[in-house]
């Protein structure tokens, strides 16, 4: 079956622009999950949704972030007034429920740019 | 805090050489112990998973134990191939309701024949 999607695959963007990064994670999987991955350096969680609702956000760096899942599938991870140091890989996984043991699956990435 | 700390690459070896990245964690509680690997122009994959003390994950030829008292997940394998160049990271996950991912650096790993 068809694997998380995520677009654009790259977006480049102005400093103090606003931006919107997509997420179709797998069908049926309930929890999903936004991370940061900046260059050579290992993910960083930054927010997981249960369904339509942020369970945790404790990862988001600032207000200028935030993400939105109306519908408990596709989610939208929006940052305004973008900044040279949100330049990054922004990483979407999903899986089938949120227990210790589930399988997260990830998305190729939407690689950000800003100028 | 709770962090993951792996070894620095790259790691360069020949076509069969025995490979190890050794990856150590601090964390409350017991969490779960994880190795993604990231192949050049793909997204991230779960290689293998541990999920307490004392459990061997083992997958396509790569092994690692989840060692409590040395608090290590150190991967391995006997004989790697040029196939298995890639981004190797460390995680733990923290179990504070869901899986929050805790990643290492990330290890690269290269092969050659």
């Known amino acids: 079956g068809a694997g998380v999607s995520q677009t654009p695959s790259n977006k480049v963007t102005e400093k103090g622009k606003y931006v919107e990064l997509r997420c179709d994670p797998i069908?049926?999987?309930?929890?999903l999950y936004w991370y940061r991955q900046s260059l050579g350096q290992g993910p960083e969680f930054l927010i997981y949704f249960q369904g339509t609702g942020a369970a945790d956000d404790s990862g988001l760096p600032n207000d200028r972030f935030f993400a939105v899942r109306p519908e408990g599938s596709v989610s939208t991870l929006k940052i305004q007034r973008t900044e040279r140091g949100d330049s990054a890989v922004y990483l979407c996984a999903s899986s089938q429920t949120s227990g210790r043991a589930n399988e997260q699956f990830f998305g190729p990435g939407t690689r950000l740019t800003v100028l | 805090g709770d962090s993951v700390t792996q070894m620095e690459g790259p790691v360069t070896l020949s076509e069969e050489a025995f490979l190890t990245i050794n990856c150590t964690y601090t964390a409350t509680g017991y969490p779960s112990l994880f190795w993604y690997v990231q192949y050049p122009g793909e997204g991230l994959q779960l290689l293998l998973k541990a999920t307490k003390a004392d459990d061997k994950g083992s997958n396509k030829g790569f092994e690692a134990t989840y060692r409590k008292e040395t608090t290590s997940f150190h991967l391995e394998k006997g004989s790697v191939q040029v196939s298995d160049s890639a981004v190797y990271f460390c995680?733990?996950?923290?179990?504070?309701?869901?899986?929050?991912?805790?990643f290492g650096t990330g290890t690269r790993l290269l092969v050659s024949p």
């Open positions: 069908s049926g999987h309930t929890a």
């Open positions: 995680a733990l996950g923290l179990n504070t309701g869901f899986q929050k991912l805790v």
